[in-house]
């Protein structure tokens, strides 16, 4: 095979939009480890915006109720898209 016959599996993606997650390409041995990879670093954008936001709200005052809302709402979409999803139980 030459090398204009090589086929790439997969075309190259454009970057990611500043603050996106990086795009993953999902092959079936690798699901389980990108799948988790995505997870644990959104669980670390979430955990630093909410500790900003918190200690933000702590400084300025006036912003601590639409802190706790946002916290709220945050927690009401993870147990709703839990639900659909059968996996989250609430205690």
């Known amino acids: 095979m030459s ?8 075309a190259p993606q ?3 939009p500043p603050g996106a997650l990086p795009y993953a390409t ?8 990108e799948l988790l990879e995505e997870t ?3 669980l670390e954008q979430l955990t630093t915006g909410g500790t900003v936001m918190a200690i933000n709200s ?7 109720p639409r ?3 946002l916290l709220g709402d945050l927690l009401a ?6 639900k659909d999803l059968e996996t989250y139980a609430p205690s």
Not at 77 to 82: N, R, S, T, V
């Open 3 to 10: 090398g204009s016959d090589e086929v790439t599996p997969f």
């Open 40 to 42: 644990l670093l959104c």
């Open 58 to 64: 702590t400084r300025n005052t006036e912003q601590s």
């Open 67 to 69: 802190g706790r809302q």
């Open 14 to 16: 454009p970057p990611p």
């Open 77 to 82: 979409l993870i147990q709703e898209a839990g």
């Open 26 to 33: 999902l092959t079936t041995d690798r699901i389980a480890n």
